[in-house]
């Protein structure tokens, strides 16, 4: 059985153990199964608690009309304290039984609701930079929040709905022995209820797949919005973006009206035949009483499993209601498990050197082993990708496919929809694999970084570039997340990014609190505590795109001088176009066109490349106190 916390771990493998097998993406109805078999043992166990919960209700009117037959009627005292002894006994049980199968329920939702997340989140983790690339972040969020939600929901319906099924048989069979014609009534009333239900569900289970993905929508654009909203307050964008969210806002509201009306439906359709049910089953029961073929506590019996059968039936529809937005849920779900890492395992990788000359063979560039080099481009685009390359990472240069329908599509145009979605995913798809099975076109050492592991590559490089996130927790947590610096490693991490301002701004210093994605610093403030948590790795490799884009002049001089002095002996990196790392490094090679066309020391181009120049002079012509507004603007 699963205990809590759940021990889920698709995607995952630990030290010495083989990770779970991946949930099953064939279809909504195979992942939802999967998820189930997961949980049987649990499900099976409540079904059973759930069956002894029931007995008041299964028992208790038939040992109720026991108790008039032989006991209220015949004026006999110790029948009737018999009969309502055993009432008594069956109400305990019942009563005993409903607090663990609380118990039990609760637990397997909560199970089912974290092991979802635990499932997101490793995959997250196993695919890194691609899954923002390939699906949306709101799904994303969307399917580690509510989504996970009914998939606990669907574990509760199920064990309670098997419980009413076996309690449903129990009573069909107690009043078939007594009434034939009433048995068969009530063994028929179940499937015909339900039945009549079913074609509501067709139209519940797409206007509710419209509704989850307005609401996936509206939370990825909420996340951009925080995001960035310091970058809309300087652009006076609040008023733009704040429209478009609530209109995107407003058609979730529509689409989950829409499905709520539905849904209203098919409980109104259960009410109406549940109560059609209980008129016929007493006026039947009525007649075979003024006939003599039931006695007065038959009848009476009669009529509480009428009662009862109101719950099973319920139950039913709750069922298929919760197995449609589960099946929605699991649709959205299968879009992020089905995503494969685009890197291959494989048998046998070629370990990176130690040390080496790092090239690219795209771009021409080569950075030597123990120099500082620095990349110059008037296309900030094209040393980002260089980058990516330099670290393997997959280039951004696509958009992730939403799972959201529109709602006015119908019929073949609906599928057609579905089917370019389904396609744009699997070029996607295709494009991954294609450029992981094929030279890197990167080499450390003359090793292509392509036939190494992806866990030696990333040892070997690290790449720190303006999409660096800081992630809610101290500032500890933030500057040194695995916890392996000691105090001393970590100021001096911090005093190389001059980033000891942010120490003495947070109450309680290491274990003062930072908001998510670093909201509550300025630009500057953000971007060196990301490159003081660069600097503490010590990597073999260092990669800073743009690392002191947002703070002042004084400030970048600071750290262009306390980096190179750091990093001395170990090959770095970095793209910039400002003078005051310029003179700090031992070779400066500038870019034209994503290309490696000249390089040298930052003197000698001044003087011999007009690019160069093109590029650099204007960072050298601007004034110190220009350049020193930035880090209080926030930019």
Do not use: C
């Not at 018999?82 to 607090?99: C, E, K, S």
């Not at 949306?136 to 309670?160: C, M």
């Not at 951004?396 to 329908?405: F, G, I, N, R, Y």
């Amino acid at each position: 059985m699963r205990d809590f916390p759940p021990q889920i771990d698709p995607f995952y493998s630990a030290a010495g153990r083989k990770p779970d097998p991946a949930p099953d993406t064939r279809s909504p109805a195979a992942f939802l199964r999967w998820f189930l078999r997961l949980q049987w043992p649990l499900i099976a166990l409540s079904t059973a608690v759930g069956v002894l919960w029931q007995l008041p209700l299964t028992v208790g009117p038939l040992l109720f009309g026991k108790a008039v037959d032989h006991g209220i009627h015949p004026h006999s005292t110790s029948g009737t304290l018999f009969w309502a002894g055993l009432l008594l006994l069956v109400t305990v049980i019942g009563a005993v039984f409903g607090i663990v199968l609380h118990t039990l329920v609760v637990r397997s939702w909560l199970i089912n609701l974290y092991g979802t997340m635990k499932m997101v989140t490793r995959k997250v983790v196993q695919m890194g930079h691609v899954l923002p690339r390939r699906t949306p972040t709101g799904e994303v969020l969307s399917v580690a929040s509510s989504d996970s939600d009914e998939f606990g929901a669907l574990t509760e319906i199920v064990s309670r709905a098997a419980s009413q099924l076996v309690a449903y048989l129990i009573v069909a069979f107690i009043v078939l022995t007594t009434s034939p014609r009433l048995g068969v009534l009530m063994l028929l009333a179940a499937p015909v209820l339900v039945s009549a239900a079913m074609p509501l569900l067709k139209p519940l289970h797409r206007r509710q797949q419209v509704e989850r993905g307005r609401n996936s929508e509206l939370t990825s654009m909420a996340t951009d919005i925080v995001a960035g909203l310091r970058i809309l307050r300087g652009i006076g964008g609040e008023r733009t973006f704040g429209r478009n969210y609530d209109q995107q806002s407003q058609r979730a509201a529509r689409a989950g009206v829409s499905a709520g009306i539905w849904q209203a439906a098919i409980e109104a359709v259960g009410v109406l035949f549940s109560g059609v049910f209980i008129v016929l089953l007493v006026w039947l029961g009525t007649y075979q009483v003024i006939d003599g073929d039931l006695t007065i506590g038959q009848l009476i019996s009669f009529l509480g499993y009428a009662l009862f059968m109101i719950y099973p039936i319920q139950t039913f529809f709750e069922l298929a209601q919760k197995v449609t937005r589960a099946m929605v849920s699991a649709r959205k779900a299968i879009a992020i498990f089905e995503h494969q890492p685009p890197w291959p395992d494989l048998e046998t990788s070629t370990p990176l050197p130690d040390h080496g000359d790092l090239y690219d063979e795209l771009s021409g560039l080569t950075a030597h082993d123990g120099e500082l080099t620095i990349v110059v481009s008037a296309v900030p685009e094209d040393t980002a990708a260089l980058a990516d390359r330099l670290g393997r990472y997959l280039p951004a240069d696509t958009e992730p496919v939403s799972q959201e329908l529109d709602e006015k599509l119908k019929g073949r145009a609906a599928r057609r929809a579905r089917d370019q979605r389904l396609a744009e995913r699997a070029r996607l798809a295709a494009l991954d694999e294609e450029l992981a099975n094929r030279e890197w076109g990167v080499r450390l050492g003359g090793v292509d970084l392509g036939a190494a592991s992806l866990d030696d590559v990333r040892r070997q490089i690290l790449v720190s570039d303006t999409g660096s996130q800081l992630f809610a927790g101290t500032l500890q947590d933030a500057i040194d997340p695995h916890g392996r610096l000691t105090r001393e490693q970590a100021e001096h991490a911090v005093r190389v990014a001059n980033a000891e301002d942010v120490y003495d701004a947070l109450p309680g210093g290491w274990q003062g609190m930072l908001d998510e994605r670093g909201r509550g610093l300025s630009g500057g403030q953000r971007q060196r505590v990301v490159l003081a948590r660069a600097v503490a790795v010590e990597a073999p490799i260092l990669v800073l795109v743009e690392p002191t884009s947002a703070v002042d002049a004084h400030t970048e001089a600071r750290i262009a001088e306390r980096v190179a002095a750091v990093r001395h002996g170990r090959t770095t990196v970095v793209s910039t176009v400002s003078p005051l790392w310029l003179h700090h490094a031992d070779r400066v090679v500038v870019l034209e066109d994503g290309k490696a066309t000249v390089d040298g020391t930052h003197e000698d181009l001044l003087r011999d490349s007009p690019a160069y120049r093109r590029v650099v002079a204007r960072s050298m012509d601007a004034p110190v106190e220009e350049v020193a507004g930035h880090e209080h603007s926030g930019v």
